[in-house]
């Protein structure tokens, strides 16, 4: 077979894009001469340029529905023999004009659309109550996959690997961790106070190691600079970057990871790192933790009892990274 594939990931989301990656190799497997194309966005663009078996990319510099719809039209002359989108909300405006545009011989889909093609293939499952990668792991079974796990695979520029590496290496101390507290929305942020708290605290138990904090911007990384330099010699603000596989070959070489943000939990993942992750009270509603949360041996989630992600007392995050650095293998969700 030679079937070109289109994935979709036009949402320009990270941590979704980190979670796609795992698809990549294993197509391959099974149809050697697939040929792969991906629509996504400027920002997740990092995700796939480097990854051997992406053969087209699709790239749609904004979230103007006109420019997704051009960039749409241009992937349509690559006569695509299947559409695959992992995403529930096929009954958007947004989905339905893409996929019209590009007009594929099949669309893969997880949930039903109000208007089915009758070429649609929809492969149905509990997908709001179980982990994203399932809808993965169920589309590589249904082209034949023998898989038993789905694992992410990240393929990172060179250069921008061996910078963040000689970047840790500058340290003499022995081990790397990232605080990340900037998460996509307020609710999932936490103050530099807090911040500075957790440091202060966890530094009397991890005197040698080395903490690392991600900056958003240039203006943040220096105001970030400027606040932690006061409170802790052996503190590090990771340089800003416009591109996020500066922040992702950063995470792929330390020891942990606590974050707000998913795009860092599901980075942590790739590379088999313990991760603490944080979460608002809106994770229980959403269901997050569930869909959205760790998939490894090593993790860690702690949920709030109300609004406010700081909710979370430094004390009891504390005491779950310890937990979390003394086990080999350790799953745990808490909810206050």
């Known amino acids: 077979m030679h079937p070109k594939i289109l994935l979709l990931a036009h949402d320009n989301k990270i941590g979704d894009s980190i979670i796609l990656t795992g698809l990549l190799n294993a197509i391959v497997k099974v149809w050697p001469n697939a040929a792969i194309g991906i629509l996504c966005g400027d920002t997740n663009l990092v995700l796939y340029k480097n990854h051997p078996n992406v053969k087209w990319l699709h790239v749609s510099p904004s979230r103007s529905i006109l420019i997704r719809a051009y960039t749409s039209l241009i992937a349509r002359f690559k006569k695509y023999d299947y559409l695959v989108y992992f995403g529930l909300d096929v009954n958007k405006s947004s989905f339905k004009k893409i996929s019209s545009l590009i007009n594929a011989k099949q669309r893969i889909l997880f949930a039903n659309p109000i208007i089915k093609n009758t070429s649609d293939i929809v492969l149905e499952g509990p997908w709001s109550n179980c982990h994203i990668s399932n809808r993965h792991f169920t ?13 992410y695979d990240i393929k990172l520029n060179k250069n921008t690997e061996r910078i963040a590496k000689n970047e840790l290496g500058k340290s003499e101390l022995s081990k790397n961790i990232i605080i990340n507290g900037r998460g996509s929305s307020k609710d999932k942020c936490l103050s530099d106070e807090w911040i500075s708290q957790l440091i202060i605290s966890l530094r009397k138990y991890y005197p040698k190691h080395q903490f690392l904090i991600l900056s958003t911007s240039k203006k943040n990384e220096l105001s970030l600079s400027d606040k932690y330099s006061k409170i802790d010699g052996n503190l590090k603000i990771v340089p800003y970057k416009d591109s996020i596989d500066s922040n992702l070959a950063v995470i792929k070489h330390v020891d942990a990871v ?26 229980i509603r959403d ?8 998939k490894s041996e090593r993790y860690i989630q702690i949920i709030p009892p109300k609004k406010g992600i700081e909710a979370i007392s430094i004390k009891e995050t504390v005491n779950a990274f310890k937990r979390l650095m ?7 969700c808490k909810y206050f």
């Open 139 to 151: 589309f590589l079974r249904w082209i034949g996959s023998k898989i038993k796990h789905y694992h």
């Open 287 to 294: 269901n997050h933790h569930v869909i959205f949360g760790p």
């Open 258 to 283: 606590i974050t707000t943000d998913t795009y860092a939990v599901h980075a942590a993942v790739a590379w088999n790192i313990p991760v603490l992750a944080l979460y608002s009270i809106n994770a």
């Open 326 to 332: 003394k086990k080999k293998k350790i799953q745990e």
